[in-house]
């Protein structure tokens, strides 16, 4: 792995982790299905247009349309539209930590479901990823966080790892930017669908959320997305997912920063553990040095 390649997976695993905390600053002066709704019919746009300025074709593959309105309904729509309307009533580094347990699930659901192999050291990770998670959310629940809040993160969490799961290598043929604005477009429609039923609509305008939506909208949605399929193009899908390890670290230390909220010693210890249990689980799928399948 390159300068290069590293400099790429810090920045992507940097801005996806920082979501977060914008979420947490938009749901404070907007309903969060309609904001979320609204984001991604922007993004989705954009990812349209550039994708048309890119050569990219309408005409996707059966499996690409199959990836495109799966994800858009599981990620954008569950995954994403549950942790914004959880944000509500908890923090976003609790928000950042569940989500961030995606890669051990995917994994756990790979090995218990689809008999995939997984070596020591990625069992070891997933008992140690998931202790982590333990201890951090004992700790919120004796400070009386909300249990719905906590739930629905893990729904959302349990949704992108269906996903994940589901479409596995369905998205190769090129068109990866077409792809992307289409799943955001398909994420929209579902979200303004459920808004009016799920939440009363409302937009306080204020400089926070303007510049939080603006933010969300760019970064994240685009600038992210865009990042994390170069990525996979120059390094390949398993090492590239090594960065995700990064998430629980930047995701509490960004809402600390940004929102002041605060890390107790056990939420510290628990992020730490949680941290080097995705490493761990990652690294375990590295392939083999002098593998025929290494990319």
Known sequence: MDLRAIAMGLVFALIWSSAFTSARIIVADASPLFSLALRFL??????VIIARAMGQSWRLTRPQWRAT???????NALYLGLNFYAMQTIEASV????????????????????????????????????????????????AGVDMFGIALCGIGALALTFATLAVRGATS??????????????GSATLFVAAP?????????TVPLALAFAYTTLFPGLLATLIWFLLLDRIGAVRAATFHFLN??????????LLGEKLGSLDAVGVCITTLGILAVQLSRQPVRGSKTAT
């Open 197 to 205: 039923i799920f939440e009363t609509i409302y937009i306080q305008p």
């Open 95 to 142: 928000a950042a930590i569940i989500a961030s347990t995606m890669p051990l699930l995917v994994a756990l659901a790979g090995w218990l479901l689809l008999g995939e192999k997984l070596r020591p050291l990625g069992v070891i990770g997933l008992l140690a990823g998931f202790a982590g998670v333990a201890l951090i959310m004992s700790s919120r629940i004796s």
């Open 42 to 47: 922007i993004s989705g746009i954009l990812g």
């Open 173 to 186: 043929g090129g068109n990866f930017m077409m792809v992307v604005g289409l799943q955001m477009l398909v």
């Open 248 to 257: 629980p670290v930047f995701g509490v230390t960004i809402a600390a920063i």
């Open 69 to 75: 309105i799966l994800f858009g309904i599981c990620q």
